[in-house]
């Protein structure tokens, strides 16, 4: 599988949300999904606790000589997507969590339905985005009606490892 890299990734909070153009037009548009939604993969699954607003995600069995029970899989399903009268082209994938003892976000991979639209490495231990510049913000336009789901790849090198996830947000861009 070929992995479709994100022109940059960053950890701070200067990502645009709103639009200050006109008033009934919208610019921007956000579609989060809360922690409280994620599911485990049934490949590699993880333990979740839903809490509101966030979920707890632990290795689900972890043998520290079997490296295949240090990694776990989790889907964020988006069940508002872009609502805009133009094509929605996406400009920023931004997940907001916590992690404990090295737990990691290893990679992000953007489906809409089942084909594979975004796959990016990360490597991130606390909250992050990812941008995207114009030109493959086009190659990952909205097409109405897909569904949308978010699959992160965690990483659990330590028994009491965990991860907190809060949201994770898509900002889409009308053009």
């Known amino acids: 599988m070929s992995s479709l890299q994100a022109s940059s990734t960053g950890d ?5 949300t709103t639009s200050t153009t006109q008033a009934y037009l919208i610019d921007y548009q956000c579609v989060t999904s809360h922690g409280n939604e994620t599911v485990s993969d049934a490949a590699k699954p993880a333990v979740i606790s839903h809490y509101p607003g966030k979920a707890t995600i632990t290795p689900y069995k972890y043998d520290v000589n079997d ?9 964020v399903p988006v ?3 872009p609502a805009m009268t133009k094509p929605a082209y996406l400009q920023n994938i931004l997940v907001k969590f916590d992690s ?6 290893d990679s992000v991979n953007l489906y809409y339905d ?6 990016t490495n990360t490597g991130k231990k ?6 995207f510049s114009t030109n493959e913000a086009k190659n990952y336009a909205y097409q109405v009606p897909t569904g ?11 028994p009491n490892s965990a ?3 809060y949201s994770v947000t898509l900002v889409y861009k009308a053009t």
Do not use: M, Q, W
């Open 79 to 81: 069940h508002n997507p």
């Open 126 to 131: 606390n909250g992050f985005h990812i941008d």
């Open 148 to 158: 949308i789901s978010v699959e992160l790849d965690l990483r659990f090198p330590r």
């Open 67 to 75: 490296p295949n029970t240090h990694e776990s899989i989790v889907h």
């Open 100 to 105: 404990a003892y090295d737990a990691a976000v």
């Open 12 to 16: 701070g909070t200067d990502v645009t």
């Open 163 to 165: 991860i907190t996830l």
């Open 114 to 119: 089942s084909k594979l639209l975004v796959s």
